[in-house]
């Protein structure tokens, strides 16, 4: 299927490692021309350069914390008119409420909600103007069904997808789409950390607690992220206009539901 985007732009954000940087290669595998940030340059410059060999694409950086003022601006002036927003930053650290401050929360609350909204932002109006645009928030699997130890990412994400829902059907007539790609356990960085977390928690190895998750998950196995980013250029995709507001849930069938 041509997914119709060659020669459009994207932002994707915290896209040097993980799931970011498997949308940036997805949809430079289709013509489109990216911007990556993340606040490693070195690791950054890298996934650039792994990229463009693999697919010839136009691939810009951005470095910088895109949970910050500077982050944001880095990367709206490498690419000040995108086509495609694909919004993500690092989670939030695992573990008891009973521990978090407001400082905690407000970190959690500035990554995870307010910086996508204010991108969003900062760039919806143009692609209204321009009549396309697709937008793409990295959940997670956790909206919908709460992780007791990541309560900062439960409560964070919900209010974005809160936000979004509203928004979502104000855009859609300009050919303006925004949806919510959850992710359950993907093999990247980021599941090894909130293991970590799991196995500290019950005394064992993470090892162990790596072997268990995968048992249950009724793939048998974890997400590759590849499988994400192709979902990810897919939403971004000219097929999808008659689609917005929508929590789309890549967890091998983790959750239980019907719906
Ligand atoms: P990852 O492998 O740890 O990669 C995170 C990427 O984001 C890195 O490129 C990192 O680079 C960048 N980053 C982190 N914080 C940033 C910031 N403030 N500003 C700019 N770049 C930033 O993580 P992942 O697994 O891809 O996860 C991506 C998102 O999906 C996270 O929010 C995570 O909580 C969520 N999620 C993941 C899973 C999973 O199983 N993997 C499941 C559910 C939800 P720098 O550190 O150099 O900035």
């Known amino acids: 299927m041509d997914l119709g985007i060659a020669g459009r732009r994207a932002i994707v954000c915290a896209a040097s490692k993980g799931l970011g940087k498997a949308c940036a290669m997805a949809l430079a595998r289709e013509g489109v021309a990216v911007t990556i940030t993340a606040r490693g340059r070195d690791a ?8 463009r060999a693999a697919t010839g694409a136009t691939v810009t950086t951005a470095v910088g914390d895109i949970a910050t003022d500077e982050g ?17 930053a690092g989670g939030p650290p695992p573990g008891d409420f009973r521990d978090w401050d407001r400082d905690a929360w407000m970190r959690a609350v500035d ?5 996508p909204i204010l ?20 959940t997670s699997a956790a909206v919908k069904a709460p992780i007791p130890n990541l309560g900062l990412s439960n409560g964070a994400r919900a209010g974005l997808t809160g936000f979004v829902a509203g928004l979502s059907r104000q855009t859609v007539s300009h050919n303006v789409t925004i949806n919510n790609l959850l992710p359950g356990p993907f093999e990247t960085d980021r599941l090894r950390t909130t293991m970590e977390g ?3 928690a019950k005394g064992v190895s993470v090892e162990e607690v790596l072997e268990a998750r995968r048992a249950t998950n009724p793939a048998k196995r974890y997400g590759d992220p590849a499988e994400f980013g192709s979902v990810c250029a897919f939403l971004c995709s000219v ?8 929590n789309v849930v890549l967890d091998g069938g983790s959750y239980p539901g019907t719906l």
């Open 111 to 115: 990554a995870n909600m307010i910086t």
């Open 239 to 246: 097929h999808t206009g008659y689609m917005t507001g929508q």
């Open 198 to 200: 799991a196995a500290k």
């Open 72 to 88: 944001r601006a880095a990367a709206l002036a490498a690419c000040p008119e995108p086509d495609i927003l694909v919004n993500n």
């Open 119 to 138: 991108l969003i932002k900062a760039t919806v109006d143009g692609m209204i103007a321009r009549r396309f645009g697709r937008i793409v928030n990295i």
């Open 44 to 51: 950054l410059e890298a996934a650039a350069a792994e990229i």
